[in-house]
């Protein structure tokens, strides 16, 4: 299954582009495999990163064909109370923002199972999620809320356009980093937004990512690494603006940006040049700070491949929690195998009886970490650390140790 190189920038289309890691090659992240897919040949795709020499946009150097990472996807964020909480949130902030009223339509990009949606539903808002999974599509539709199973494109937009109107609110939390063709994607966003309507989007922001050393969530999905400037660049280029951005602290830290249409009556915010400002301050249009990032991931590499050993030598027995797609890259990028986990535990009962991809390290639930009681716990889904700490107090109490990889090497 073929895999393209990029030749130019997907924002500014220059051709200078500065690649600064190479991760491998490796299968895609959320390739989870049943026992007898085991034997089967995986594909393995090169995961390298580029940042543009023009506009700035860090962003992979190969792109696999979104149909073979998206169309049966395994990520369900409502499997996470800390992301409940956080849609929850997000979902009264847009409401007052955009001073809904039952019935404005408000559009998901990327509505996964059908969550995020559910509570503007809940408030009577037609709603319409969009999402390649056909597999999470149905499950969306099943507690009622309409999905298309597609890609959101230009084209798509005009269907839902000519079927529904235009939409008051349009949602993309976690997905646009995941897009291709970014241009084509914010016609078909302009196209569909009201005048006065709101475009939300959520995003993993690239400061975070260099400075927590958050290497492992570089992988396959995520086409793009947003810093401000060059989103600010094709907003602009798409007759759009920032009128509201923000830090939260989800997925290792991420973004929350409002676009409008410049013709709505939304002014473009202030905090937009803090941001800005900080990026310059930080030299992002420099390749200091993606090299020295990729010192950083080496020697971490180094630190947790010694470290791991180093306990294995002792006979400690060590399992993974949490598998993630992130989890997934730093099992493969690191070589961390069955040599070094026992297994994973995950919530996800899909992914339960299955295994990783390339390194095939087997999955099972929760529970068996109690009963096992291994001595150490690689956390493989540090995002959720707070959560997970806390739901496995026991298991510390009892003298377990989890490792955590982020933002440092440490033991707790
Ligand atoms: P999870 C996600 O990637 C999804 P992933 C996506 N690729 C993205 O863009 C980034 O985040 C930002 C398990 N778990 O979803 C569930 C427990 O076992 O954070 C999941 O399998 N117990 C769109 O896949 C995994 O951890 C728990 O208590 O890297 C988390 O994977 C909790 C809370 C989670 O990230």
């Known amino acids: 299954m073929t895999n393209y190189r990029i030749t130019s920038c997907r924002i500014c289309k220059s051709s200078k582009l500065y690649e600064f890691l190479s991760l491998g090659s490796m299968p895609a992240p959320n390739k989870f495999l049943a026992k007898e897919e085991l034997r089967k040949k995986e594909h393995y795709y090169p995961l390298r990163v580029c940042v543009c020499q023009n506009c ?20 369900i964020p409502s499997t996470s109370e800390t992301m409940l909480t956080h849609f929850k949130s997000l979902s009264e902030e847009v409401m007052k923002a955009l001073a809904l009223k039952p019935k404005s339509f408000v559009v998901d990009i990327g509505s996964n199972d059908g969550t995020l949606l559910s509570l503007f539903k809940e408030k009577e808002m037609e ?19 309409d999905t298309m199973d597609n890609f959101f494109t230009y084209t798509l937009a005009e269907k839902i ?15 646009f980093a995941h897009i291709d063709d970014l241009h084509d994607a914010c016609r078909g966003v302009r196209m569909l937004l009201d005048n006065q309507g709101l475009f939300i989007l959520e995003f993993p922001y690239v400061l975070d990512l260099l400075e927590n050393n958050e290497f492992d969530t570089i992988y396959h999905e995520h086409l793009s690494y947003f810093s401000v400037t060059p989103l600010l660049r094709l907003f602009r280029e798409h007759d759009m603006k920032i009128v509201s951005i923000q830090s939260i602290p989800v997925h290792g830290g991420s973004v929350r940006m409002y676009v409008a249409k410049n013709r709505s009556h939304y002014k473009e915010t202030h905090v ?14 420099s390749n200091s700070p993606y090299d020295d ?3 950083r991931v080496e ?15 002792r006979e400690k027995r060590i399992v993974g929690y949490g598998a993630s797609a992130k989890g997934n890259i730093l099992t493969n990028y690191c070589n961390i195998g069955t040599d070094i986990l026992d297994y ?14 390339g390194k095939h390290i087997p999955i099972f639930p929760e529970n068996r970490l109690l009963r096992d009681m291994p001595d150490y716990t690689l956390l493989l889904a540090w995002n959720f650390a707070y959560e997970i700490l806390k739901k496995q107090w026991i298991y510390r109490e009892r003298g377990g140790r989890f490792i955590i990889t982020v933002p440092h090497l440490r033991i707790e």
């Open 299 to 313: 020697k971490l590499k180094k630190e947790l491949a010694n470290h791991l050993k180093r306990l294995k030598k």
């Open 344 to 357: 994973i535990v995950d919530s996800i009962p899909f992914k339960q009886g299955k295994y990783t991809p």
């Open 161 to 175: 356009l000519s079927h529904s109107g235009k939409a008051k609110g349009i949602l993309a939390t976690n997905v």
């Open 127 to 145: 709603t319409l999620g969009v999402d390649p999974a056909t597999n999470l599509a149905f499950v969306a539709r099943m507690r009622g809320i």
């Open 272 to 285: 937009l040049s803090d941001f800005i400002e900080r990026e310059k301050v930080k030299h992002l249009d």
């Open 293 to 295: 990032f990729h010192h």
């Open 56 to 75: 700035w946009l860090m962003q992979l150097s190969h792109v696999i064909p979104p149909k073979i990472l998206f169309r049966n996807y395994l990520y």
